[in-house]
């Protein structure tokens, strides 16, 4: 596979992942009234939580050690996550009323879904990088069985 088709998968792997924890930090967050520190933080651990998760998962049932597939995961996957987390939170601190929109406001819902489709692009020139130096999630795709 290219390395354009491999960093289209990676950024859509990220953005699973990251998608998740960010929608469910963001939601519980706002449902529990904290601030925008606050539910940035949470969101953001929460997508590193469900973005090395994904990875982590398929590689401890192909039998990976819980050693090696910590350490794929983070080679893999921090550089990705954390760019689609910086794009993403950016995006929403810098949109006007975002962060204080509630749960049943279509600006939350549209403003996060933009901000993490906007963030898919940066994310995606990362993944390029890496996997055309032979890092990112390359090791991850090949660690468990995805053709490169």
Excluded: Q
Excluded at 50 to 77: E, N
Excluded at 85 to 103: R, S
């Amino acid at each position: 596979m290219d390395a354009n088709r491999l960093a289209a998968r990676a950024t859509n792997h990220c953005l699973t992942g990251c998608g998740i924890g960010e929608v469910l930090g963001m939601v519980l967050a706002t449902w529990w009234g904290w601030g925008n520190a606050a539910s940035i933080a949470l969101a953001v651990g929460l997508a590193f939580v469900f973005g090395y998760s994904l990875t982590l998962i398929p590689l401890l049932r192909a039998g990976t050690a819980l050693k090696a597939a910590l350490g794929i995961a983070l080679v893999a996957d921090t550089l990705s996550i954390a760019t689609m987390e910086i794009v993403d939170n950016a995006i929403l601190l810098l949109w006007p009323g975002a962060l204080d929109a509630y749960l049943d406001d279509a600006l939350f819902w549209i403003s996060l879904a933009i901000a993490l489709a906007v963030a898919w692009g940066p994310t995606f020139l990362v993944n390029r990088a890496l996997i055309s130096r032979g890092k990112g999630h390359a090791l991850a795709h090949g660690a468990h069985g995805h053709p490169h």
